[in-house]
């Protein structure tokens, strides 16, 4: 069995009184679409967190590729490798496409151009744009200059998981990607979900909609009470147990109460 690719073990995190993170063991294995679940304060949004540079664990470990790393911040994680599409995207509307993909990144000039007159290389940037938006099949947009906010909302999740699929070269995080979606618009994140796993980049997918964590998940992370419960495959398991699972009205087989 092959060794994960991000893991991290026993990790606190605590705010005053309150303990977000209660020991918590994690496991991201490569190429998998991991799916974490759990009720509103189990944890969750701490531990994704932590895995992606937003707070530091006050104890515990993090590994990324056998080696142990420490994020001081979201810009760290990214220089690892480890992208985080949250659920508010993060992206400026009045923006173009391009300039989305590219922003806190932006590519200069070569030559006196680009360091002295720090005049930016919009030809390359929108080419790069135009061809990761291509690779996922998002090339129902048309204009690589348009504003993100003439966007639908479909639109805008495919451009901010383009971006993390293209500069996470280690691990993207999605976090509630489907939230405020139609049907027809989840269908296509979800198939962009499944190509970026195509391409062997490992997904974390946080996630409320259990027919979603159902259809694209090879395992689930069961996350309650701060720690992790189980993580249980979605085959071998139904949606009504992993719901029972996470509010504590069953225990998964092998753990104790």
Known sequence: MSEPILYARNLVKRYGKVTALDHCDFDLMPGEILAVIGDNGAGKSSLIKALSGAVQPDEGEITLEGRKVQFGS?????????????????????????????????????????????????????AFAREKLNELGLMTIQNINQAVETLSGGQRQGVAVARAAAFGSKVVILDEPTAALGVKESRKVLELIRDVRSRGIPIILISHNMPHVFEVADRIHIHRLGRRLAVIRPDEYSMSDAVAFMTGAKLPEGVAA
């Open 74 to 126: 979201p810009l760290e994680a990214r220089g690892y490798g480890i992208e985080c599409v949250y659920q508010t995207l993060a992206m400026s509307p009045a923006l173009s496409i391009a300039d989305n993909m590219f922003m806190g990144r932006e590519l200069r000039k070569p030559g006196i151009m680009g360091s002295w007159f720090r005049q930016l290389d919009r030809p390359k940037m929108e």
